[in-house]
């Protein structure tokens, strides 16, 4: 899986810290997420994807 999340928080302009804010989990958890370290849980991609306004697919691309 190649994540997306940290080209997608800088073209909408959004920080780390507050993407960690609105889904309600630490700043290292984003980062690690950003940076491919690790995988979210389902439920915490959702939240992800809706705080960020795109879907699953568009921030996690399965090669």
Known sequence: ???Q???ILDEIGMTQKQ???KV???TPTISSIAK???I???DLAFRI???VGRK???IWIYE
């Open 19 to 21: 993407l960690a804010e």
């Open 49 to 51: 994807s809706k705080a």
């Open 1 to 3: 899986m190649k994540c």
């Open 40 to 42: 979210p849980r389902l």
């Open 56 to 58: 699953i697919e568009e």
């Open 24 to 26: 309600n989990v630490s």
């Open 36 to 38: 491919n370290q690790s």
């Open 5 to 7: 999340l940290k080209l």
